[in-house]
């Protein structure tokens, strides 16, 4: 993949570097934007109207590239059976693990999952 400002794509794209082909885009836009209402002699390159939705469009499918639905959150899966199995071990009478070995696999886990996942959750 050669650098998106040379403008020459080969092979398929990662979603960071269509991420920042997007961001590129917009930089692009925004400046167009700027010119057409500052200088009457830039009206060929579009509208102000048409460079605010094309900006506005690629902000969104960044949103939507970068974020996921919360059902596939590894993280709030494993604290949903991490929770789960507290409940448990409270419910069976006798500490199958102390609270202190709980909380400390608790935290190792969503430590360990915090270094693996990058992307924020939708609403």
Same mark, same amino acid.
């Given at each position: 993949?050669?650098?998106?400002?040379? $403008?020459?794509?080969?092979?398929?794209?990662?979603?960071?570097?269509?991420? =920042? $082909?997007?961001?590129?885009?917009?930089?692009?836009? =925004? %400046? %167009?934007? /700027?010119?057409?209402? $500052?200088?009457?002699?830039?009206?060929? %390159? &579009?509208?102000?109207?048409? +460079?605010?939705?094309?900006?506005? *469009? %690629?902000? =969104?499918?960044?949103? +939507?590239?970068?974020?996921?639905?919360?059902?596939?959150?590894?993280?709030?899966?494993?604290?949903?059976?991490?929770?789960? &199995?507290? /409940?448990?071990?409270?419910? /069976? &009478? =006798?500490?199958?693990?102390?609270?202190?070995? $709980? *909380?400390?696999?608790?935290?190792?886990?969503?430590?360990?999952?915090?270094?693996?996942? *990058?992307?924020?959750?939708?609403?």
């Amino acid at each position: 993949m050669i650098n998106v400002n040379d $403008q020459i794509y080969t092979g398929p794209m990662t979603i960071s570097q269509t991420v =920042e $082909q997007f961001e590129f885009r917009i930089l692009v836009h =925004e %400046y %167009y934007a /700027v010119l057409v209402v $500052q200088d009457t002699r830039y009206l060929n %390159y &579009g509208s102000n109207r048409f +460079h605010l939705w094309a900006i506005n *469009g %690629y902000k =969104e499918a960044i949103r +939507h590239m970068t974020t996921k639905k919360w059902y596939t959150s590894k993280t709030i899966w494993a604290n949903l059976l991490m929770a789960a &199995g507290i /409940v448990v071990n409270a419910t /069976v &009478g =006798e500490d199958i693990l102390s609270p202190e070995v $709980q *909380g400390a696999i608790v935290v190792i886990v969503n430590m360990v999952l915090r270094l693996v996942t *990058g992307s924020a959750l939708t609403k």
